[in-house]
């Protein structure tokens, strides 16, 4: 084990087991798709070997494609990289081979893993296992055949399903749907797959070659209605992805012409979809994603993370319950402290609700719910603190009551004991200035509501030592989220870099576009909600609490208006009393308030930013830039003063933390898909008209005026290869 590579093992009852074997998850790597090649060839050669069985080392059949694979054609263009495998190897040796093939699945077959074992003239399962394809959500579609014999063997209708929604199933479901030829435990695994083989070959058994079958595609003009109605859902769930009605069109083929065409056709449009830009972007971020808890002088030092068993968690409002909840799921002990036993109370009930939540999108079990509250103490004061190795405030954001807090608690844990706070926008030195532990203070960012969204912004100061920001990590890691380590400017990288988002929706605003056009066309391009509905839902207060902490730290470039507080004054508080942009009604879709309308225009006037009074016309287009092109310049910003180590990080966060469309490739990435240069001119014009919020910032000019691309960051970077356009 540990080895990549394929063996092949002849037994005396001539059959030839061939084991993949690539850790952790044994992906297709081309190595291993070659080797597949050359054991096959011999294995049809021998005279002492009448059937085969495919399988995986270690408990697992196949994860898939290496995904590598991708990103090398995507560096460099070069598609011939991508081997002859459906054809080639699925159709031409192993289904229409003279020897028959049973895979023997455990663990996952996923992706290029379970379109091999449909190659096979049976499949031999554990009731546990998991199956699916999942291409599509990489941008791609199943191009080993799997369009062509999913839905042959499985019927149409559920073969989409199953790869329009990236949906995966378990080997009992899979049995249910004729995917699966028979269920085994573990252990009789190969035994009984052996005996399959033979079966098979000895025509004792049905010699199926799932390509060939019609059985269960239907009538053609069935077929024609599903496959409508399934490009109505595509363009419901994906209407800005080429990916799930190519994947249709392929389908398509197959149904009218037969499996064998349909998988010529696949091959063409597969090698069109990898290089295109989706599939660019959403390998970029499936990379990114994993790049993040690499951090140069952190991760690669020879540091060993320290267990974090016990946590105090200070505040029980809705970030510390939700921190809570996420801790105690995953099996860490923690003390929840508040100030007085009623606000206590309601911690553990909003806790308790949380987990009933989870419960009933079946995300956890019942007796997994008991356990993790078996976990949680709350307290009044500090007597529990002397064991935690890690403290996470999430009070009030009051600079005085956090400086007091550290203190404190400075005085009760162990000399050792982490102390993180949850800060959004208090300087970092400031919390820590009244404290001799200025080396064990780190910021903890979590993102509303904490036990659901995934990113978690960890935050450094020049003192924070390494041992301390590896063992955040490490808890980044245990609570399942995606840490992203920061420096400790104003709103960190995920908040500083969006300022301008809802801002420049404000001044396109009161430029006199309407409001509700400016959120429609930032829906469109892909964000869950526009800035409008977003500022609804998060509440005013936190709009007007950190204005003006944003208009000093960021002089000449910020844009504010009345207008919130002028809604505020008029009983609109947002989502939070259904009355905000937009109107709030029970299990109704948010309405756009026209009532709203006179607010607006009072807002304007004071404003005053509209040339002699007269609305400015603009195209969608140019909403959609002038609200994202100055968050792109304040990235840059960003990246300019190394508050993140890689582009790439910018990218995942506000995928993770902003909804920023994932098939994008994120912020940065889909900034460079469109250049540096015409996002510099285009801001540049715009500083001209409008004034400073537009100013391009010294690297983007700087990389504008060199023609380079704007993830390329000057120092300890690591660049990630540039779209084409
Ligand atoms: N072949 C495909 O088209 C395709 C598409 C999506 C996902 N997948 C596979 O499905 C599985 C689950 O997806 P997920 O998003 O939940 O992943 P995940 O984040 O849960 O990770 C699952 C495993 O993928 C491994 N992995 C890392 N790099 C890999 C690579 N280059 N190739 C293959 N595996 C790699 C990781 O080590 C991890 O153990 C993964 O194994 C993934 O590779 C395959
Ligand atoms: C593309 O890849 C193929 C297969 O690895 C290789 O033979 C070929 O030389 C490559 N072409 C270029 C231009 O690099
Ligand atoms: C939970 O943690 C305890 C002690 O830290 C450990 O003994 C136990 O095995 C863990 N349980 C799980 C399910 O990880
Ligand atoms: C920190 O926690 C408090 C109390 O729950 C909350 O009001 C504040 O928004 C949190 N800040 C961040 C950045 O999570
Ligand atoms: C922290 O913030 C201060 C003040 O903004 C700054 O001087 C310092 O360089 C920052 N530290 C890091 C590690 O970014
Ligand atoms: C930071 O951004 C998150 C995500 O949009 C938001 O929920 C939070 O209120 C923001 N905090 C501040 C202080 O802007
Ligand atoms: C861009 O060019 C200038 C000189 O023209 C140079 O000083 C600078 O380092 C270059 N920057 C990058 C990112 O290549
Ligand atoms: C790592 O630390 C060394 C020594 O402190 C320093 O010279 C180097 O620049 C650092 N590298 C990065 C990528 O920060």
Redesign the pocket.
């Known amino acids: 084990m540990g080895k990549i590579g394929l063996t092949m093992e002849v037994g005396s009852d001539g059959v030839a087991l061939i084991t993949i074997s690539n850790p952790?998850?044994n992906?297709l790597a081309l190595s291993i798709l070659t080797g597949l090649k050359e054991k096959y060839a011999e294995a049809m050669n021998r005279d002492d070997v009448k059937a085969i069985v495919l399988t995986g080392d270690a408990g697992k059949f196949s994860?898939?494609?290496?995904?590598?694979v991708f990103e090398k054609i995507h560096a460099t263009g070069n598609i011939s990289l991508l081997p002859g495998v459906s054809i080639e190897l699925l159709t031409n040796v192993i289904e229409d081979g003279k020897k028959p093939s049973v895979a023997a699945i455990q663990g996952l077959a996923?992706?290029?893993g379970l379109e091999l074992t449909m190659g096979c003239h049976a499949r031999i399962c554990t009731p546990q296992a998991l199956l699916g394809l999942?291409?599509l959500?990489?941008g791609?579609f199943p191009g080993f055949g799997g369009t062509q014999r999913l839905p042959r063997l499985v019927g149409l209708s559920k073969a989409i399903e199953m790869m329009l929604l990236s949906k995966f199933v378990s080997g009992t479901e899979g049995k249910n749907l004729g995917l699966i030829d028979e269920l085994v435990s573990s252990s009789e695994l190969l035994r009984v797959s052996r005996l399959w083989a033979l079966d098979i070959a000895d025509k004792r058994k049905p010699w199926v070659s799932s390509l060939r079958r019609t059985d269960r595609i239907g009538s053609l003009s069935e077929a024609r209605m599903i496959i409508k109605e399934a490009r109505q859902l595509s363009k419901r769930i994906a209407p800005n992805m080429p990916q799930h009605n190519a994947c249709l069109d392929v389908i398509e083929e197959g149904v009218l012409f037969g499996g064998y065409a349909g998988s010529i056709r696949e091959e063409k449009v597969f090698n069109e979809m990898v290089l295109s830009d989706t599939a660019r972007s959403l390998v970029h971020v499936f990379f990114s994603q994993?790049l993040t808890s690499k951090v140069p002088n952190i991760t690669d030092i020879g540091l060993k993370p320290r267990r974090i068993r016990k946590v105090a968690v200070i505040g029980g409002g809705l970030m510390g319950s939700g921190i809570a909840t996420s801790l105690i799921r995953n099996n860490v002990s923690v003390v929840m402290k508040e100030i007085n036993s009623k606000f206590l109370q309601k911690g553990i009930k909003t806790i308790e609700a949380n987990l009933n939540g989870l419960l009933k999108k079946k995300a956890i079990s019942k007796e997994k719910m008991n356990s993790a509250l078996s976990l949680l103490k709350g307290t009044l004061d500090y007597s529990l603190f002397r064991d935690i190795d890690m403290v996470i405030e999430a009070v009030i954001e009051k600079v005085s009551l956090k400086q007091s807090i550290f203190s404190e608690i400075e005085k009760v844990c162990r000399p050792d004991c982490i102390l993180a706070t949850n800060t959004s926008t208090i300087d970092l030195n400031i919390v820590g200035e009244k404290t001799t532990s200025q080396d064990r203070i780190i910021g903890a960012h979590f993102f509303s509501p904490a036990h659901v969204m995934p990113l978690l912004e960890i935050i450094r100061t020049e003192k924070t030592s390494p041992q301390v920001i590896l063992d955040l990590l490490e808890v980044g890691k245990i609570i399942k989220k995606v840490p992203v380590v920061v420096g400790n400017c104003t709103g960190f990288a995920v908040n500083r870099t969006f300022f301008p988002y809802t801002q420049g929706a404000h001044l396109l605003l009161h430029l006199g576009v309407d409001l509700f056009r400016i959120d429609r066309v930032i829906t469109n391009f892909g964000m869950p909600m526009g800035p409008f509905q977003l500022q609804d839902l998060a509440g005013y207060g936190v709009a007007m609490a950190v204005k003006e902490v944003f208009a000093s730290s960021f002089k000449g470039r910020t844009f504010d208006t009345e207008l919130v507080q002028m809604m505020v004054e008029m009983g609109r508080n947002g989502k939070a009393n259904g009355k905000g942009y937009y109107v709030y009604e029970r299990g109704m879709k948010p309405k756009p308030d026209p009532s709203l309308q006179p607010i607006i225009e009072k807002s304007r006037k004071l404003a005053n930013v509209m040339h002699g009074g007269k609305p400015i016309i603009i195209s969608d287009q140019d909403i959609l830039e002038m609200v994202f092109f100055p968050v792109v310049n304040e990235a840059c910003r960003v990246m300019d003063e190394n508050v993140v180590i890689r582009a790439s990080d910018i990218d995942i966060s506000s995928v993770l933390g902003m909804g920023f469309p994932r098939y994008r490739g994120g912020l940065v990435f889909w900034a460079d898909t469109l250049g540096s240069k015409y996002i510099y001119e285009r801001l540049k014009k715009w500083e001209i008209t409008y004034g400073g919020f537009f100013k391009p910032s010294r690297y983007l000019e700087e990389r504008a005026m060199n023609g380079t691309s704007l993830s390329l960051m000057a120092q300890g970077s690591t660049p990630t290869p540039i779209s084409r356009m």
């Open positions: 952790p998850v992906a994860g898939g494609f290496d995904i590598n996923l992706g290029g999942p291409e959500s990489l791609v994993r």
